[in-house]
């Protein structure tokens, strides 16, 4: 039986994500960084991952999947800010690192999706040069959380 997919919370209003986006705003902080949280006029970082991530989310079906997914969607969406020349080293890390056995269907999968994403992140967000620098999860189930800090530009 195939269970029903489960989505990223997007609740604005309520107080049950604040504590976590404090925490890491806090973290940021502490580590010398200027923070802004939601700056006027740009898009939340958050919902560009989760929708950027989308085609890896459709099949997830725990938490721990939909954070895998979303783990890898930023480091290819970073990736993909690279000068065109120093992209190919990293994809090729980046196989290496995420097909360790080697096997050619392995590293197959891996390219299939490294590239689906990078077509994706040309193709949907051209202009959106912000480079995720940390992000954290909470809650669980219908409420998992993704909260992200980034560069302004």
């Known amino acids: 039986m195939k269970r029903k997919k489960k989505k990223l919370t997007k609740k604005k209003t309520t107080q049950a994500w604040?504590?976590?986006?404090?925490?890491?705003?806090?973290?940021?902080?502490?580590c010398g960084?200027?923070?802004?949280?939601n700056p006027k006029g740009l898009e939340r970082?958050?919902?560009v991952i989760e929708t950027f991530a989308e085609?890896?989310?459709r099949d997830c079906r725990s938490d721990n999947e939909i954070k895998k997914a979303i783990k890898?969607?930023?480091?290819?969406?970073n990736l993909t800010l690279l000068?065109?020349?120093?992209?190919?080293?990293?994809?090729?890390e980046l196989v290496k690192a995420l097909s360790p056995s080697g096997k050619i269907d392995e590293i197959t999968q891996t390219r299939y999706f490294i590239n689906l994403l990078i077509?994706?992140?040309?193709?949907?967000?051209?202009?959106?040069?912000?480079?995720?620098?940390?992000?954290?999860?909470?809650?669980?189930?219908?409420?998992?959380?993704l909260d992200i800090a980034s560069s302004i530009g």
Not at 72 to 77: G, L, N, S, T
Not at 83 to 92: A, F, G, L, R
């Open 119 to 145: 077509t994706r992140k040309r193709k949907k967000f051209p202009d959106i040069k912000r480079t995720v620098i940390d992000y954290q999860f909470s809650g669980a189930g219908s409420t998992l959380r």
């Open 33 to 37: 960084k200027k923070v802004t949280v």
């Open 18 to 30: 604040k504590p976590a986006q404090a925490g890491l705003v806090k973290k940021m902080r502490t």
């Open 72 to 77: 890898f969607a930023i480091i290819v969406w």
């Open 83 to 92: 000068p065109e020349n120093k992209q190919d080293n990293k994809i090729e």
């Open 55 to 57: 085609p890896l989310l």
């Open 45 to 47: 970082m958050s919902d």
